[in-house]
């Protein structure tokens, strides 16, 4: 008799434990099946699987059993009926607007999201006749201003990157509610350690889980999670036709990434909020963007919605010249773009993550030419710091 989860058992017990199916070899750690499709015991039971009168394996486009530990194991996290791995959380997004979105439907997303979410609204989206809308993240009163007769998706990542502003998902919850529509949260940052969007509301969380639920910056993936009702048939079916499925290896890693993320991710917003209040003291930085300072503007939400604040902080310099002294004077931080990682990255947004954007949507998006995003990892502060100055000595 397996272990039953309930409401009361504890977030650090569910990432560690559930999702597990043990097979008859009696493994502790999970095991990994690296397999391709599932064999039959007869004609008859292959013709009931494939007709869907009986439930079970078939192909590993459709389910796979290392994969469902995960998306099971993840769900419990998030506090989901139903969560879908992907290829990439790229995969995650676009399977939710392809599986929910048709023709002449319209979405409204927030202006700061992910570069690669925009492109794919901007250049995808727009040529199948969906209209996008864009607004500000933190004004609810332009969210509410942009509702349509035919919107379906409200679309945010709270906190953004790289400012780190927050969405009351509470109250975008209840407008998408009352206007028909649905609100999805790309929880990546925050991950279900210190966010659990469906708790105020949202009916979708996406993730790219090649972020902090790895961790560690190995592999490539994402799922979608939600109401067996949506996810479980309309995005579920797209997905399963499109293709972009995880591999067993990447969801055993995941799945083995997910027993450490709370302490992972506590341990980011030490860090990082030692950081921010450091830069805060350094004379040639002009501002500091973290969501756990209480000068920041929605300070009180972040407390309000998440448990903790997360590993990325940016913080400006006077211009792009100085921010990438600052940037090339370090000796072991990681100039990357990418996030998310035990290793401490360093990125100049402007000509990078954000480059694509117009100079005009730059400045909408904050996007400051002396900006600098650092994704805080978990190296010792004092190595961190001794970094930075490095560079601060040198302006
Ligand atoms: C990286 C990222 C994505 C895209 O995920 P991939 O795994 O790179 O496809 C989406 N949203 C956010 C917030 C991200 O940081």
């Known amino acids: 008799?397996?272990?039953?989860?309930?409401?009361?058992?504890?977030?650090?017990?569910?990432?560690?434990?559930a999702g597990l199916d043990r097979t008859n070899e009696g493994e502790h750690s999970e095991a990994i099946f690296p397999t391709s499709s599932y064999v039959f015991k007869s004609a008859a039971e292959a013709a009931a699987r494939f007709s869907g009168t009986e439930s079970g394996n078939i192909y590993s486009r459709f389910t796979n059993p290392t994969v469902r530990t995960f998306e099971n194991r993840l769900a419990a996290l998030e506090g989901a009926e139903k969560c879908l791995a992907t290829s990439s959380g790229m995969a995650a997004i676009t399977a939710t607007f392809l599986g929910i979105l048709k023709a002449g439907d319209h979405i409204i997303s927030s202006s700061s999201i992910f570069g690669v979410t925009n492109v794919l609204m901007e250049k995808f989206l727009k040529k199948?006749?969906?209209?996008?809308?864009?607004?500000?993240?933190?004004?609810?009163?332009?969210?509410?201003?942009?509702?349509?007769?035919?919107?379906?998706?409200?679309?945010?990542?709270?906190?953004?990157?790289?400012?780190?502003?927050?969405?009351?998902?509470?109250?975008?919850a209840d407008l998408a509610h009352a206007n028909n529509a649905l609100l999805v949260v790309d929880n990546a940052l925050c991950t279900p350690a210190l966010q659990q969007p469906i708790k105020f509301g949202a009916d979708i969380v996406v993730h790219s889980a090649t972020k902090f639920i790895d961790g560690q910056g190995r592999c490539m993936g994402g799922a979608v999670l939600g109401s067996e009702a949506v996810v479980g048939t309309d995005v579920f079916s797209f997905l399963r036709t499109a293709g972009p499925s995880m591999s067993p290896f990447n969801a055993w890693v995941f799945s083995k990434s997910l027993e450490t993320l709370k302490l992972r991710m506590d341990a980011h917003t030490v860090n990082a909020l030692k950081l921010a209040k450091w830069l805060e003291l350094q004379p040639s930085v002009v501002k500091v963007y973290y969501c756990g300072l209480e000068t920041h503007p929605q300070y009180e939400l972040a407390c309000k919605q998440q448990s903790g604040f997360g590993g990325i902080v940016s913080f400006e310099m006077k211009d792009q010249e100085t921010a990438w002294k600052v940037i090339?004077?370090?000796?072991?931080?990681?100039?990357?773009?990418?996030?998310?990682?035990?290793?401490?990255?360093?990125?100049?947004?402007?000509?990078?993550?954000?480059?694509?954007?117009?100079?005009?949507?730059?400045?909408?998006?904050?996007?400051?030419?002396?900006?600098?995003?650092?994704?805080?990892?978990?190296?010792?502060?004092?190595?961190?710091?001794?970094?930075?100055?490095?560079?601060?000595?040198?302006?």
């Open 1 to 17: 008799m397996s272990y039953q989860f309930d409401d009361e058992t504890g977030f650090e017990t569910l990432a560690i434990r």
């Open 328 to 395: 090339d004077s370090t000796q072991m931080l990681s100039i990357t773009g990418n996030l998310g990682d035990t290793r401490t990255t360093i990125t100049h947004p402007a000509t990078t993550t954000h480059g694509r954007l117009t100079p005009e949507l730059q400045v909408a998006a904050g996007i400051k030419q002396g900006l600098i995003r650092l994704s805080v990892g978990l190296e010792d502060l004092e190595d961190i710091k001794a970094d930075l100055q490095r560079g601060f000595s040198s302006l």
């Open 128 to 172: 199948f006749d969906i209209e996008v809308s864009y607004v500000d993240l933190v004004d609810n009163r332009s969210w509410e201003n942009a509702i349509q007769s035919n919107t379906r998706i409200l679309f945010l990542e709270t906190p953004s990157n790289p400012l780190g502003d927050i969405a009351d998902i509470r109250a975008l």
